[in-house]
């Protein structure tokens, strides 16, 4: 298969949805920034200064209609080209019930990986059947009722593959499942850890278990090759090897699969560490991702009655750009050698995604002052928390306001309250609305579950 990516050298850089006041120079310099640093002011509309004496900081920010266009595009770039598709949310990117919604009223069911995820979806009522559960734990309870409820179960291993076929003894209706398949595809390292090989001929002797043993059936394939993949070839490559094994399984055993899976694995338009091109320069298109993966698919299907359904499991790519971080400078100081830095009031607990993101840190005012190569601390009592080497600012003074962007996917889900809380975060509609859809921790909530023995309540030592 031809997949060859051309990406624009001068394409035009936005940082924020086209709703945001936020624009960057186009000039990148050897630590990566531009010579101008380009302000935000405003959030889809809303005034970050408002924001921020509102709800505090740090504050995370999502913005609604950016959730529903980018789901909208990606889902029109695969459909215009594969005629039968069901896009599934990945909760695990971000399961904040507001945004989960957001997607499930676009149409798009639940992906899950663990028994928190299945029981989260099931309680925002999406049905069993709209499930698909992943993962490569699933224990006994959650299997049976996801069984019971009529999940898309995609086998992962095969402890999960014997106590399935013990499960579906005790009903009498043979039991619908999909495989989870691995295989070399161009990604370091390969994803093994998941699923059977396909190069080796374990994920062909599941098979010819599942057509034989009588138990269960086999009713779809799953690949999820890696993440943030900007490597076109890789999906085509997996998705030849993914219909070599659905042939193997139609010619040997008459099967006819009722979905391929093709996960998710598509980039957001941050940038990798160690790459000089912006995230959004460097990543393909939708569209480059939908030809690369929907031209195999239909070129080299097998002779199947009905064209299976073509499921997708996105979600960076849907929800990154959605969300916004409003921080504060609590202090400026130079470091050991000579550069500037800022301490703000958040830290690497509420962004992981620091860790291997060169994210984008806006000042909110605008200045004509020049920009500097400025180390972005958190305020986490650990000489780690760094949230962005050499970001291109102007002189801050304690109280300035920075918003940093995109963070919409994994930090949420990921954030943890080291040392600090974890902070509000507000959803902003298409009209104007702004809903707190997660509420700041207190001591109260982060001490609900913990429980202090009698014998410790007094701060005297007992004999």
């Known amino acids: 298969m031809e997949a060859r990516v051309t990406m624009s050298q001068t394409a035009k850089r936005t940082c924020v949805p086209p709703t945001t006041q936020c624009h960057a120079s186009d000039m990148i310099h050897q630590h990566g920034f531009s010579d101008q640093a380009p302000p935000c002011s405003e959030i889809a509309g809303m005034d970050v200064r408002e924001l921020a004496t509102q709800h505090g900081s740090p504050l995370y920010v999502i913005v609604e209609e950016t959730l529903r266009k980018k789901y909208r595009a990606a889902f029109t770039a695969i459909s215009s080209r594969y005629p039968n598709v069901k896009f599934a949310w990945s909760y695990k990117t971000n399961y904040l019930k507001a945004v989960c919604n957001v997607f499930?009223?676009?149409?798009?069911?639940?992906?899950?990986?663990?028994?928190?995820?299945?029981?989260?979806?099931?309680?925002?009522?999406?049905?069993?059947?709209?499930?698909?559960?992943?993962?490569?734990?699933?224990?006994?309870?959650?299997?049976?009722?996801?069984?019971?409820?009529?999940?898309?179960?995609?086998?992962?291993?095969?402890?999960?593959?014997?106590?399935?076929?013990?499960?579906?003894?005790?009903?009498?209706?043979?039991?619908?499942?999909?495989?989870?398949?691995?295989?070399?595809?161009?990604?370091?390292?390969?994803?093994?850890?998941?699923?059977?090989?396909?190069?080796?001929?374990?994920?062909?002797?599941?098979?010819?278990?599942?057509?034989?043993?009588?138990?269960?059936?086999l009713d779809g394939l799953h690949m999820h090759l890696g993440t943030f993949i900007l490597d076109l070839d890789t999906y085509g490559e997996g998705v030849e090897k993914l219909l070599d094994l659905a042939r193997y399984a139609h010619e040997t055993f008459k099967i006819e699969l009722k979905y391929i899976n093709v996960g998710g694995g598509f980039a957001s338009d941050n940038s990798l560490k160690g790459h000089n091109r912006t995230g959004e320069d460097k990543a393909p298109t939708l569209d480059q991702y939908a030809s690369a993966i929907c031209d195999p698919l239909l070129n080299n299907m097998p002779d199947y009655q009905n064209l299976p359904l073509l499921l997708f499991e996105n979600g960076r790519a849907l929800v990154d750009e959605a969300g916004f971080l409003i921080t504060r400078v609590l202090s400026s100081k130079a470091t050991t050698d000579d550069e500037r830095a800022v301490i703000v009031d958040a830290g690497v607990n509420l962004l992981q995604t620091a860790n291997w993101y060169r994210l984008n840190v806006h000042p909110v005012e605008s200045t004509s002052k020049p920009v500097t190569a400025t180390k972005v601390f958190g305020p986490l009592c650990m000489n780690i928390d760094i949230l962005r080497e050499h970001a291109p600012l102007p002189t801050l003074k304690p109280n300035d306001l920075l918003v940093i962007h995109p963070v919409g996917a994994y930090n949420i889900t990921q954030s943890m309250q080291f040392i600090t809380y974890r902070p509000r975060v507000v959803m902003l509609g298409a009209n104007g609305e702004i809903d707190v859809i997660r509420d700041q921790e207190s001591l109260e909530t982060v001490e609900s579950l913990e429980q202090l023995p009698d014998r410790l309540i007094s701060k005297e030592r007992s004999e």
């Open 104 to 217: 499930h009223q676009e149409g798009a069911l639940a992906e899950v990986v663990s028994d928190f995820e299945y029981e989260k979806a099931r309680n925002l009522g999406v049905t069993g059947s709209d499930i698909i559960f992943n993962g490569p734990y699933k224990n006994k309870t959650i299997l049976r009722r996801a069984v019971a409820e009529g999940a898309r179960i995609q086998v992962d291993n095969l402890d999960e593959l014997t106590l399935l076929e013990q499960l579906a003894g005790e009903q009498e209706n043979t039991l619908p499942v999909g495989l989870r398949v691995n295989m070399h595809a161009g990604t370091e390292p390969v994803w093994d850890k998941f699923g059977f090989n396909f190069e080796s001929g374990e994920a062909h002797r599941v098979v010819e278990r599942i057509a034989l043993g009588g138990r269960l059936r």
